[in-house]
Structures are given as structure tokens and as C-alpha cells.
């Protein structure tokens, strides 16, 4: 029997995290505990329209009107990304089985397919990996993207 564990204003999608769950609203994000206690929102800067919480629970995607796929470490205050790809509004999100992988839909007529395992490296590594994947440096290529 489903049991009611709180209410939040507005929602327009929820994650769940376990005991927890991500509630969404149009302007911001908050978090449930098992008995209906809510976190205060943490404002979103462009209003949110879908959520989805990796298999694990160790990572909130929130999809935006502008396109635009934010990030979040449960309880975090702040993003840990912002991935920018669509030209339209976020109409679905999906994380695959083992978290790796972000996929997101858009009102833009686009599926993306985002990897998100090399989230936590440094830059470098980053750097180094991303160079390995496209075979050239990647001054070159965004010096050939900025050319137009």
C-alpha cells in the first residue's frame, strides 16, 4: 500500500534516492526523507521540467526548458555540471543500468547520449582522454569550432 510521505508545491517530477526522493518544480529542487520532511529549494536559474536519479542514487539529472541538463550530487546546493546540447525544452531523461550513461530527449526532435563514468576526473585527464576519442587536441578543435 503506497503511503503518503509529504507535498510539495508545484512538483512536476520526482527521483527517488532510496529512503529519500528528489522532488522538481518549475523553480527548484527539494528533497523528501521517509517521513515527509522536506529540504528548502534550492532555486533553479532556468526553470526545470523532468527528473531522474542515477541507479545508485549518487546522481540527479534535471532537465530544462532552455535544453539545457543539470547535474547533482544529492544535498548539494549547486550543480556539479551543466550540459548544453539541445536547442529545445528536456521532454525525458533516462540513466542506464550502471549510471554511466545519460540519455536525454528533446522537444528539438534529438535523443543525446551523454557518458558521464569520467565525471569525478581532473581536468587533465579529461583533457587527455578527450584528445584520445578525437585523435587531435583539443585546441585544434575548438579553434576549427570557433572558425566557424
Known amino acids: 500500500?503506497?503511503?503518503?510521505?509529504?507535498?510539495v508545491a508545484g512538483a512536476i517530477g520526482v527521483a527517488g534516492l532510496g529512503e529519500r526522493a528528489a522532488v522538481v518544480t518549475r523553480s527548484g529542487l527539494q528533497?523528501?526523507?521517509g517521513i515527509g520532511g522536506t529540504t528548502e529549494t534550492i532555486p533553479f536559474e532556468v526553470g526545470a521540467l523532468e527528473v531522474g536519479a542515477a541507479p545508485d542514487g549518487s546522481l540527479l539529472a534535471v532537465?530544462?526548458?532552455d535544453?539545457?541538463?543539470?547535474?547533482?550530487?544529492?544535498?548539494?546546493?549547486?550543480?556539479?555540471?551543466i550540459l548544453e546540447g539541445h536547442r529545445g525544452r528536456v521532454a525525458g531523461l533516462s540513466f542506464s543500468l550502471d549510471g554511466n550513461w545519460l540519455y536525454t530527449g528533446s522537444w528539438d526532435e534529438t535523443v543525446r547520449a551523454w557518458y558521464l563514468g569520467?565525471?569525478?576526473?581532473p581536468a587533465d585527464e579529461l583533457r587527455?582522454?578527450?584528445?584520445a576519442?578525437?585523435?587531435?587536441s583539443l585546441d585544434v578543435v575548438l579553434s576549427r569550432e570557433l572558425a566557424g
Open 31 to 33: 528533497y523528501l526523507d
Open 1 to 7: 500500500t503506497p503511503r503518503r510521505v509529504g507535498r
Open 128 to 131: 587527455s582522454a578527450l584528445e
Open 67 to 81: 535544453g539545457q541538463v543539470s547535474l547533482w550530487r544529492p544535498d548539494a546546493t549547486a550543480p556539479i555540471a
Open 118 to 121: 569520467h565525471l569525478d576526473s
Open 63 to 65: 532537465g530544462h526548458v
Open 133 to 136: 576519442d578525437l585523435g587531435e
